[in-house]
């Protein structure tokens, strides 16, 4: 199983950025993925997850900036961001949860600096 995140990098204020992950070798469509991010000196936090149903959820950070979607189809993951702001300068990571083997997937993070 192989997650590849793409499409951090240096972003103004107020700036957007795209972030996709896809993923490979599952052999069912994976219930949940979602984006988690890590800024230094700090705890890898959840910035939003999609079920295979559609269902989503957002961190209070990241509601109304951001929106996440998948294409089970393909097993690709979009974070769509917005208004970055200062704060959300972080690696972001993907993951995958498979409710049938109960195990946890991490990608290989992608970087995200919002600097003017």
């Known amino acids: 199983v192989q997650l590849q995140a793409f499409g951090g990098g240096l972003v103004q204020p107020g700036g957007s950025l795209r972030l996709s992950c896809a993923a490979s070798?599952?052999?069912?469509?994976?219930?949940?993925m979602g984006w988690y991010r890590q800024a230094p000196g700090r705890e890898r936090e959840l910035v939003a997850s999609v079920t295979s149903g559609g269902t989503t959820n957002y961190a209070d950070s990241a509601e109304g900036r951001f929106t996440i979607s998948r294409n089970n189809a393909k097993n690709t993951l979009v974070l769509e961001t917005d208004t970055l702001v200062v704060e959300d300068t972080a690696v972001y990571y993907c993951h995958a949860y498979d409710r049938w083997s109960k195990r946890h997937y991490w990608g290989q993070g992608t970087k995200v600096t919002v600097s003017s």
């Open positions: 070798g599952f052999t069912s469509t994976p219930y949940r």
